[in-house]
């Protein structure tokens, strides 16, 4: 029988496999970050261990740096120990880091990425569960607790269960509207929070295919909050045009070598997965969430559900809290939902085309009275990208703020957060209570949509935007 | 690791589905760099109504907690099952964890039981009506215990004997350390290495 993508790349791991117990798997690539790694160093301290592989571990710094004057110091004492700590780990043990001010800095699952060091066919753990993005690639890549953190520095291995497959196939054509956020936030109102729990996703079918590879970052990203450990897609001519010539893509002989080895990544016709999604693209449309989980997410032209209308009492229960904590009420028509702030970023949607899209909605508009709109690069170097294509200044003259490379409004780690009630429009990728400060309020939407709800002032989308609602001169 | 065999307590229930991490441990707390002293930010914005059932006198000092369906969704940070072992918890039941949040419960000691929705019910049921009802987890028999419920629960038998021994996962590895050599041995030449080009 034909094998999927995710049991290939599991098998050419195996380390040791043994009636009984985890299969041990060797890992290709372990990003590091200040949150999840502090505890994991001084586990190696407290036995004597050291890194096994310096040359597969690499660290940045993202979650706590500010996104402003950030050649000051760090003014909240707990995020500059938690970063010094880092500093200090990496420089104790000899592992490379990039901090805040280095232009390779940035959130972890971009800079892996745009290195190259992401590659298909490798495995790849951080400590951070949004590491499923790099399953873009071809890679089998998941999120890790710091228990396991200490694990992989110390042996390069994980012991673990082999998950179950689900292909998840999405056949036709996207509307022109619809992008890959809608996609993902369709998939998991579809299946659930816990539907792909256990499960490795596979991502397939002509409108996958036709996908970026940043937007086939942006749906792997999600995987996890489908319930997913990771999501894959396989890798094809995108892929290998995305990394050649990157600084760690393979070079010379070892490209022909490693190309010839992508491609033979994909699964078999006659591969069996465990489960099965189909969805029709064309059927999509903008969509945005209006709970407090990514599952509770309707299409844009939708209204507030009611509560009462779910069969499930656990998931209507749900449905009533999270009302309650979102302010809105049923039947209320989601476009009518105002906001206070727009949040462009994160590790979902921090990348150039991201921003690209974004900026060419607010060109030559304005942002509706009230409304803050920030803009976040994902890492320094798609910060320098947009200011080389004028991105920075068609955002400031729109009225937003530009801001330096990190995880900010995604999660309250740093100072770019929610006060209690504000209400935002966000392309990250968690609407949780507090996720961007205690008492926000999170709809989660593409970058499309962010930036004509930072326009109208309420959820939107760029159909809804009129000639005469903008296109004003700069300055007026 | 602490080795779990049986435990006997209280019980806390939470009538909650998708209880992420962000509300098992806020993000803020996150920024140290220890593995304790969680325990004050546990359900933090929770625990700022009264009436939130951590709150009520008759739980203090429960040790189990029986939670709704799809606990710890969310982020992969470990922290939550500090938090809820600082805390005092010693065992969680739920139909249905998140990945991440159970591997991460188990390497701990934290033993996450995974029962049907209908027994958790009953369970959570029983501890409502009778806060002084005990819930007894038994990994040596895999069973969990109270008045008039009695529930088998399953763990992989690997699992269970690193939890029952309290085992390191690392020492457990390292015995296997010559399988890792070879296999670096013959990893392809064009794999990605971090350093510096």
């Known amino acids: 029988m034909g094998r999927t993508l995710a049991e290939k790349v599991w098998d050419d791991h195996v380390v040791r496999r043994a009636e ?33 592989r310096l040359d597969l571990t690499i660290a940045t710094e993202d979650h706590n740096t500010p996104t402003l004057d950030i050649d000051k110091p760090i003014a909240d004492p707990v995020s500059r120990a938690q970063l010094e700590t880092l500093r200090k780990n990496c420089a104790d043990f000899g592992v490379r880091l990039h901090s805040l001010g280095d232009v390779e800095q940035g959130v972890v699952h971009v800079v892996g990425p745009q290195l190259g060091l992401t590659q298909p066919g490798t495995t790849v753990v951080c400590g951070d569960s949004h590491t499923s993005t790099h399953g873009a690639f ?15 520095l110390a042996t390069q291995t994980l012991p673990l269960a082999r998950p179950r497959t689900m292909a998840i196939t999405v056949e036709g054509e ?10 993902i936030l369709a998939i998991i109102a579809k299946i659930g929070t816990g539907g792909g729990q256990g499960y490795i996703l596979e991502y397939r079918g002509s409108a996958i295919e036709k996908l970026s590879m940043e937007a086939r970052m942006t749906i792997c990203n999600m995987s996890i909050e489908a319930g997913a450990r990771a999501g894959m897609i396989a890798p094809d001519e995108t892929t290998f045009a995305y990394l050649e010539g990157r600084a760690h893509a393979p070079k010379g002989e070892d490209w022909d070598a490693a190309v010839a080895y992508w491609k033979t990544l994909k699964s078999d016709d006659d591969a069996e997965f465990d489960a099965e999604v189909v969805i029709d693209a064309a059927a999509l449309s903008p969509f945005v969430t209006w709970g407090t989980n990514p599952g509770q997410g309707s299409p844009l032209s939708a209204q507030v559900p009611d509560p009462a209308s779910y069969e499930d009492a656990s998931e209507r229960l749900a449905a009533e809290k999270a009302l309650e904590y979102m302010g809105l009420t049923a039947g209320q028509p989601l476009r009518d939902i105002k906001v206070d702030t727009v949040f462009v970023g994160s590790c979902t949607n921090g990348r150039i085309e991201d921003l690209r899209a974004a900026a060419e909605i607010v060109g030559g508009r304005k942002v509706a009275d009230g409304v803050r709109m920030l803009v976040v690069p994902g890492s320094a170097r798609v910060g320098l990208q947009a200011v080389s294509e004028g991105l920075d200044k068609v955002f400031k003259e729109a009225g937003a703020e530009w801001r330096h490379a990190g995880c900010s409004m995604c999660l309250g780690m740093n100072p770019d957060q929610l006060a209690p009630g504000e209400r935002s429009a966000s392309t990250s990728n968690r609407n949780f209570e507090g996720r961007q400060g205690k008492g926000g309020r999170t709809h989660l939407v593409s970058p499309q949509v962010a930036a004509a709800t930072a326009v109208l002032g309420h959820l939107a989308s760029p159909a809804d935007l009129s000639d005469t609602d903008a296109r004003t001169p700069a300055g007026v | 690791m602490e080795a779990f065999t049986a435990h006997t307590g209280r019980a806390v229930p939470l ?51 029986v939670a709704g369906p799809d606990f710890g969704t969310g982020s992969s940070r ?22 991440i949040f159970r591997g991460n419960s188990l390497k701990n000691g934290l033993l996450t039981v995974v029962l049907d929705q209908k ?9 409502e009506n009778d806060p002084q009802a005990e819930i007894t987890v038994d990994l040596e028999a895999r069973e969990v215990r109270a ?10 038998e690997n699992a269970r004997w690193r939890l029952l021994n309290g085992l390191d996962d690392i020492s457990i590895t390292l015995q296997n350390e010559g399988d890792i050599a070879e296999y670096e041995s013959k990893r392809p030449a064009f794999k990605p290495q971090t350093v510096q080009i």
């Not at chain 1, 117990?21 to 190696?44: K, M, N, R, Y």
């Not at chain 2, 008759?58 to 907690?65: C, D, F, K, M, P």
């Not at chain 2, 027994?119 to 501890?127: H, K, N, R, T």
């Open chain 2, 119 to 127: 027994v958790v019910d009953a369970l959570q049921d029983l501890v």
């Open chain 2, 15 to 65: 009538r909650r589905s998708n209880v992420d991490t962000d509300q098992i441990i806020p993000a803020h707390w996150l920024k140290k760099v220890t593995r304790d002293g969680f325990e004050d930010g546990l359900f933090e914005a929770w625990r700022k109504d009264p009436e939130f059932v951590l709150n009520k006198a008759e739980r203090e000092g429960a040790t189990v907690l």
């Open chain 2, 78 to 99: 470990e922290h939550a099952v500090w938090a809820l072992q600082n805390y005092g918890f010693k065992a969680v039941v739920s139909s249905r964890f998140a990945d």
């Open chain 1, 20 to 52: 009984g117990e985890p299969d041990l798997l060797f890992i290709d690539l372990h990003l590091l970050h200040e949150v999840t790694s502090p505890q994991a160093f001084d586990g190696l301290r407290q036995t004597g261990r050291q890194v096994r």
């Open chain 2, 147 to 156: 008045e008039g419920i009695t529930a088998a629960f399953e763990l992989d």
């Open chain 1, 174 to 183: 996207l509307p022109d509207a619809v992008t890959a956020k809608d996609l």
């Open chain 1, 138 to 152: 071809g890679a089998l890549a998941f999120g890790i607790g710091t228990s396991q953190v200490e694990h992989v």
